[in-house]
Each structure stands twice: as structure tokens, then as C-alpha cells.
């Protein structure tokens, strides 16, 4: 298998494996937490952080990919890891309406698109400041 491929499958395999998570958390039948004060707030911040991770990791690999194989950059990378961290958040509301004691809920979708922008937000400024330490564009 030439390395290109091998390297593609590490760039990927985070995502697929967070994804994973997240649809193991969202089949646990009623998950609530000892703080009644302070679940709403936790589970807010819980999907913030769940989807900033994912869209982090999505266009770590949408960025990555391109200078494996091509030496270049997709056009709206940026655009394209928000979506698809955004369509998986609107699929896992969807499965959590299939869970015994979850709902889903168009306001966590809402919830989650804060933190896909979150996610793409501080990848893209990551990536801003590793171009600029190797001294230009790569």
C-alpha cells in the first residue's frame, strides 16, 4: 500500500473513531448526571466541546489530505468540515429520538453548530500558525 494511502487512513481514522463516540454516548438510554442544577449547562457544554472535536478533526483531514497527494488545498475546506460535522450532529438528534428516555432536539442541533464552528474556528488558527512557523505557505 503506498504511504500516501496509509497516511490518508491515519487522518481519517480519528474521525471515524470520534464519531463512534459520540453515537456510543448518545445510545446510553437516559444518560442524566447527579447535578441537577448544573446538567443543563454540562450537557450544553458537552455537545459545544463533542462537535468542536469532531469539525477539528475533520478539517485536520481535509487540510491534510490535499498535500499528501496533490500538494494543494480543496477549495472551501473549511466550509466542507463545518457541513459535514453539522450533517453528523442532525443525524445523531435524529438517532437519539430512537433511544429510550432521549428526544431529539433541533436546539442541541443548534447547540452543536456552535461548537462545529468552534472546532473549524481553532483548527484553522492552528493551521494559520504552523504555515507561519515553517516560514510561508506549504
Not at 58 to 65: D, G, S
Request: some cysteine; charged content about 15%; glycine content about 6%.
Amino acid at each position: 500500500m503506498p504511504v500516501w494511502r496509509l497516511r490518508v487512513f491515519s487522518l481519517w481514522l480519528p474521525v471515524v473513531f470520534w464519531c463512534a463516540v459520540i453515537f456510543y454516548f448518545s445510545s446510553i438510554p437516559g444518560l442524566a448526571g447527579p447535578w441537577d442544577e448544573w446538567d443543563f449547562f454540562l450537557r450544553k457544554a458537552a455537545h459545544v466541546t463533542e462537535y468542536a472535536i469532531l469539525a477539528f478533526l475533520v478539517l485536520r483531514a481535509f487540510q491534510e489530505y490535499p498535500r499528501i497527494k496533490a500538494g494543494s488545498y480543496a477549495p472551501g475546506k473549511i466550509l466542507w468540515a463545518f457541513l459535514l460535522s453539522l450533517l453528523y450532529a442532525a443525524g445523531d438528534e435524529f438517532h437519539q429520538s430512537f433511544v429510550p428516555e432521549r428526544v431529539a432536539s433541533f436546539i442541541d442541533v443548534v447547540i452543536d453548530s456552535v461548537g462545529c464552528s468552534l472546532g473549524v474556528f481553532l483548527r484553522n488558527k492552528y493551521e494559520d500558525m504552523s504555515t507561519s512557523s515553517r516560514g510561508g505557505s506549504a
